[in-house]
């Protein structure tokens, strides 16, 4: 049985930082491609980042969200810095056997999800 479990959320002032860990148990994540989606009160889900051989980032998160992998642990991490407003959202981790360059935002290829962690960003 599959199981992702994401942890980390909070709530941080603009500008702070937090790292997401998504931890999964019935399945080697460095085996499989992992993504990043948020959904926001009212909004529909967003891709965030996603990691397989490369690492994809939406535009709005690029150059302050690093995603990574920790094979030893069978987790993989988004480190999120310089955090906006505009971010807070729950957060949800997802794996697939693959995902591409022209795929990785598309949430419905995604298999397994996890429950979401809340991030929330105010001073």
């Known amino acids: 049985q599959v199981q992702l479990v994401e942890s980390g959320g909070g709530l941080v002032q603009p500008g702070g930082s937090l790292r997401l860990s998504c931890s999964a148990s019935?399945?080697?994540?460095?085996?499989?491609?992992v993504g990043w989606f948020r959904q926001a009160p009212g909004k529909e889900r967003e891709a965030v980042s996603a990691?397989?051989?490369?690492?994809y980032y939406a535009d709005s998160v690029k150059g302050r969200f690093t995603i990574a992998r920790d094979k030893a642990n069978n987790t993989v991490y988004l480190q999120m810095n310089d955090l906006r407003p505009e971010d807070t959202a729950v957060y949800y981790c997802?794996?697939?056997?693959?995902?591409?360059?022209?795929?990785?935002?598309?949430?419905?290829?995604?298999?397994?999800w996890g429950q979401g962690t809340q991030v929330t960003v105010s001073s």
């Open positions: 019935g399945i080697v994540l460095n085996d499989n491609s």
């Open positions: 990691i397989s051989s490369y690492a």
């Open positions: 997802a794996t697939d056997r693959f995902v591409g360059q022209n795929s990785w935002f598309l949430s419905n290829l995604y298999d397994f």
